[in-house]
Antibody, heavy 122, light 110 residues
Framework: QVQLVESGGGVVQPGRSLRLSCAAA????????MHWVRQAPGKGLEWVGA????????HYADSVKGRFTISRDNSKNTLYVQMNSLRAEDTAVYYC???????????????WGQGTLVTVSS | QSALTQPASVSGSPGQSITISCTGT?????????VSWYQQHPGKAPKLMIYDVSNRPSGVSNRFSGSKSGNTASLTISGLQAEDEGDYYCSSYTTSSTLVFGGGTKLTVL
């Protein structure tokens, strides 16, 4: 069955960097666009960004553009987000999510990971 | 990238029907049929309930249905059950090739 497992969360000081990973299994990873979605404590969902199935196309929310970089390694079935210049408002549970259909983008998130908590605090 | 607008809360009694609205703009909900709905229980990851405005993934009860008119999408839950209680979010693809969520609606089953 489809599995998405995030890792790399933790406590980091403002201005520092962190890289999250999402290990995928149970489907042909290289055929699907992948997304990062976050949820601040007690708040709603916020789309962070996405990468196309082959890594050639990336899109970001305005709130993270220029600070976060999404990438993927299809040979390792792994999605990444490099988060630089972290701010207190980046504190959230970060989920990776798979797009609904092969080779499509934006239809919806059929599968989600369990999330990893990032806390930005001095 | 303004969030889609949802009511903060809705409620209903078991067996009743409720509808949650999701209002966007002509740059997202109004122009694409890529509207999806998610259910989230406390401490859990969201679950896809509706995609492409009105389609249900396999395994989702047919008590859940979706529709769209102009810039507003709607999720209807019929025959409310206690297990339907939770937070619901809509999402849409946008003309900027980004995605945007609604602020979320807390559903209480009385």
């Amino acid at each position: 069955q489809v599995q998405l497992v995030e890792s790399g969360g933790g406590v980091v000081q403002p201005g520092r960097s962190l890289r999250l990973s999402c290990a995928a299994a149970g489907f042909t990873f290289s055929r699907y666009a992948m997304h990062w979605v976050r949820q601040a404590p007690g708040k709603g969902l916020e789309w962070v960004g996405a990468v196309s199935h082959d890594g050639s196309d990336k899109h970001y929310a305005d709130s993270v553009k220029g600070r976060f970089t999404i990438s993927r390694d299809n040979s390792k079935n792994t999605l990444y987000v490099q988060m630089n210049s972290l701010r207190a408002e980046d504190t959230a549970v970060y989920y990776c999510a798979r797009d609904f259909e092969e080779y499509t983008y934006g239809e919806g998130f059929r599968y989600w990971g369990q999330g990893t908590l990032v806390t930005v605090s001095s | 990238q303004s969030a889609l607008t949802q009511p903060a809360s809705v409620s209903g009694s078991p067996g009743q029907s409720i509808t949650i609205s999701c209002t966007g703009t002509s740059s997202d909900v109004g122009v694409y049929n890529y509207v999806s709905w998610y259910q989230q229980h406390p401490g859990k990851a969201p679950k896809l309930m509706i995609y492409d405005v009105s389609n249900r993934p396999s395994g989702v009860s047919n008590r859940f249905s979706g529709s769209k008119s102009g810039n507003t999408a709607s999720l209807t839950i019929s025959g409310l059950q206690a297990e339907d209680e939770g937070d619901y979010y809509c999402s849409s693809y946008t003309t900027s090739s980004t995605l945007v969520f609604g602020g979320g609606t807390k559903l209480t089953v009385l």
